[in-house]
């Protein structure tokens, strides 16, 4: 069955079907062109609405390369229920570090120099969880402690209960 015809419980009106009851068509070599050159219109069109946004897309996307040696930050994101590098809600950091670059692995993989708080966290990292650190002459780096638990998880626990309610 095809999924508009699940959806809406009858068949989808093809170039086939649209004739409506009691009258009927000859499809001819006419009809068969004039669905052709629709398809046709509609596929360019559909390739130039793909090519503008694909252009408003790309705008905003740059290729970020690191080189050894480079320090940049790691993309903490925390999801709710998970508590990873420690850090979790709304107000938590979303980016920890910097952090130097050891190695790069591939395309787009890097390895970093984690501290040792951060041991049980593999040190590989894709570009997109890393955010290039652009060093400024009074910016002093230094390692801020970031409590870890070796499963990277925790469980929630109410602290009080605030109201009852039946």
């Known amino acids: 069955m095809a999924p508009f015809e699940v959806l809406y419980g009858r068949p989808c009106r093809s170039p086939i079907l649209w004739e409506g009851v009691g009258e009927r068509q000859m499809l001819g070599p006419q009809s068969i062109q004039q669905d052709a050159e629709l398809v046709r219109i509609i596929r360019r069109r559909m390739s130039e609405n793909h090519d503008r946004q694909k252009s408003y897309a790309d705008r905003r996307r740059r290729p970020l390369e690191f080189s050894v040696g480079e320090h940049a930050f790691l993309r903490v994101s925390p999801t709710k229920g998970v508590k990873r590098f420690g850090l979790r809600g709304k107000l938590a950091l979303r980016y920890i570090g910097p952090f130097e670059i050891l190695e790069r692995i591939g395309e787009v993989a890097y390895r970093l120099a984690l501290p040792p708080t951060l041991t049980g966290v593999h040190n590989v990292f894709d ?35 605030l109201d009852r309610k039946e």
């Open 127 to 161: 570009v997109s969880m890393l955010r290039k650190y652009v060093p400024h002459p009074s910016h002093a780096l230094r390692e801020v402690p970031v409590p870890f638990q070796l499963d990277a998880s925790y469980e929630e626990i109410p602290v009080q209960i």
